[in-house]
């Protein structure tokens, strides 16, 4: 293999491997300011968004053990990789593809299971991980709290009985 094939092959590889998913897009339509808008958006996420060879996105995510890809990778591709939060990423490409309307989402890849653009919007609608935590945590002090007024409630019945018999 030549060596500038397997210089591209490497970077894609060290692309893949900085996240547990990968997405797939076809930039055909975006211009250089686009592009560089949505990797602004994408870093608060600390994602990335990268144009990469097809021949060389198969050949990388093949030896990374990723599903098959091979019909999504046709026409221009690029990918967006990074970050701990697929969630908030997928939340911020689609506000991008609404607003702009000149990226689509082919496929994405998810802890190694493939997921459609259709998976990937519903990804996009859920909360975020923190306002999540947030909600469980309303849900288990408002189940505590009405555990107390339970309790407190045995209390204040049993009072006056106490209180009468002496």
């Known amino acids: 293999m030549r060596a500038e094939k397997q210089y591209l092959i490497d970077e894609v590889s060290g692309h893949l491997k900085?996240?547990?998913?990968v997405i797939l897009t076809n930039f055909t339509k975006l211009t250089?300011?686009?592009a560089a808008e949505l990797r602004k958006r994408l870093a608060p996420e600390k994602a990335e968004f990268h144009v990469v060879k097809n021949?060389?996105?198969r050949v990388a995510a093949k030896a990374l053990g990723l599903p098959d890809l091979d019909k999504s990778l046709t026409g221009q591709t690029a990918v967006v990789v990074g970050g701990k939060n697929p969630a908030?990423?997928?939340?911020a490409l689609k506000?991008?593809?609404?607003e702009k309307q000149k990226l689509e989402v082919k496929v994405g890849v998810m802890d190694k299971k493939l997921m459609t653009a259709a998976d990937l919007s519903k990804l996009a609608?859920?909360?975020s991980f923190d306002a999540l935590r947030s909600m469980l945590l309303g849900l288990l002090t408002m189940q505590g709290a009405a555990f107390?007024?339970?309790l407190n409630a045995k209390v204040k019945k049993e009072q006056p009985?106490?209180?009468?018999?002496?």
């Open 125 to 127: 609608d859920l909360p």
């Open 55 to 57: 021949s060389s996105f």
């Open 32 to 34: 250089v300011a686009d």
């Open 18 to 21: 900085k996240s547990d998913y």
């Open 95 to 98: 506000k991008f593809i609404e």
């Open 161 to 166: 009985a106490a209180a009468s018999a002496a």
């Open 88 to 91: 908030g990423v997928a939340k």
């Open 148 to 150: 107390v007024r339970v």
